[in-house]
């Protein structure tokens, strides 16, 4: 529960990063989904965005989410192209 609350916080601050810049967004992510690995990173993920967006269907938070671990899985891995991110946040 306590990394749930801790994600939560990371995920607001995310959607400030635009202060800081993507490089700082980027990091967060990917540190939270090292922390949490994939599962708990897409649940907590949907616990967020379906309070978030409460009058989405699970299946559209489901899919928002599935984009966003497809992200993590690709942007975060060890040798990723460093404009990995910029670029799928950019197509999404």
Same mark, same amino acid.
């Given at each position: 529960? =306590? ?5 939560? &916080?990371?995920?607001? /601050?995310?959607?400030?990063? #635009?202060? $800081?810049?993507?490089?700082? =967004? ?5 540190? &939270?989904?090292?922390? /949490?690995?994939?599962?708990? #990173?897409? $649940? ?49």
């Amino acid at each position: 529960m =306590e990394q749930i609350a801790f994600r939560c &916080q990371d995920i607001n /601050l995310a959607q400030y990063s #635009f202060i $800081a810049g993507k490089d700082y =967004e980027k990091e967060k992510i990917c540190q &939270q989904y090292s922390m /949490l690995g994939r599962e708990k #990173f897409k $649940a907590s993920g949907i616990v967020i965005y379906s309070q978030k967006f409460s009058t989405s269907t699970f299946e559209q938070v489901n899919a928002v989410l599935d984009a966003m671990v497809n992200l993590a899985d690709n942007c975060c891995a060890e040798g990723a192209d460093p404009n990995c991110y910029d670029e799928g946040v950019s197509r999404s």
